[in-house]
């Protein structure tokens, strides 16, 4: 089967830099795509990756090796503002997306 | 710019009886696709359509059905809407290309009593 697996809930605090962690066991790999979902809002594209290694963006880097299926995404000098979750999602060998749970974040002053 | 539109925003619904959730998109995108999300679990897909004229069955497609008679519409019916069909739906599009992400309407908040 085909499975993404994400922790359910981290906090951080502000200003600091968290990481979250994606793994994953797919049918083919056509790349992995990170999301940010606010309460009640719909989810928003934040980065893709396709080949090994980093990609930053702002504040925001995603890292993926596809040996080991996994990837992060780091979230550096943290506003109250990322609070949100944030959700890993696959594009299998037929080009669907497979998405996992999702993580939530939570950020402290 | 609009972007991707959905209608109606929320909608309380007896079980038994039908539904059509509405999607529209303004970005000429070729392919659109059905989600429901749940709290605890991932985006499960419904139905998808990779271009006018055809459409896919989802992991999730049983007691739904969708058509695409344009490249803008893409409407999702419930024939017999069940309490398991309580649910956020979200309808979704993305241009030709691997690397293209997919861009979300704001969702339809489907309560079935």
């Known amino acids: 089967g085909q499975n993404i697996d994400q922790p359910t809930e981290m906090t951080a605090t502000e200003g600091a830099i968290v990481q979250i962690n994606c793994t994953y066991q797919?049918?083919?790999?056509?790349?992995l795509f990170w999301y940010q979902q606010h309460a009640g809002e719909a989810p928003t594209f934040l980065s893709y990756?396709?080949l090994d290694g980093l990609e930053e963006k702002g504040r925001f880097s995603s890292f993926l090796s596809r040996s080991k299926g996994y990837s992060y995404l780091l979230l550096k000098e943290l506003q109250m503002k990322d609070s949100a979750s944030y959700l890993c999602?696959?594009?299998?060998?037929?080009?669907?997306?497979?998405w996992g749970a999702g993580t939530k974040l939570i950020i402290k002053p | 710019t609009a972007g991707i539109t959905q209608a109606p925003t929320s909608q309380i619904l007896a079980a038994g009886r039908s539904m059509t959730l509405r999607c529209t998109q303004d970005?000429?995108?070729?392919?659109m696709y059905w989600y429901r999300q749940d709290l605890g679990l991932g985006l499960r897909l419904i139905h998808y359509?990779?271009?006018?004229?055809?459409?896919g069955k989802g992991e999730v497609p049983d007691g739904y059905s969708v058509s695409r008679a344009n490249t803008d519409d893409f409407p999702l019916t419930l024939a017999s809407a069940v309490p398991s069909q309580t649910s956020v739906y979200f309808c979704?599009?993305?241009?030709?290309?691997?690397?293209?992400?997919?861009?979300f309407g704001p969702g339809t908040r489907l309560t079935v009593l």
């Open positions: 999602a696959v594009k299998d060998s037929n080009y669907q997306l497979i």
């Open positions: 979704a599009s993305s241009g030709q290309g691997t690397s293209n992400e997919q861009f």
């Open positions: 359509s990779n271009t006018a004229g055809t459409t």
């Open positions: 970005m000429r995108h070729n392919a």
């Open positions: 990756n396709v």
């Open positions: 797919t049918s083919g790999f056509n790349g």
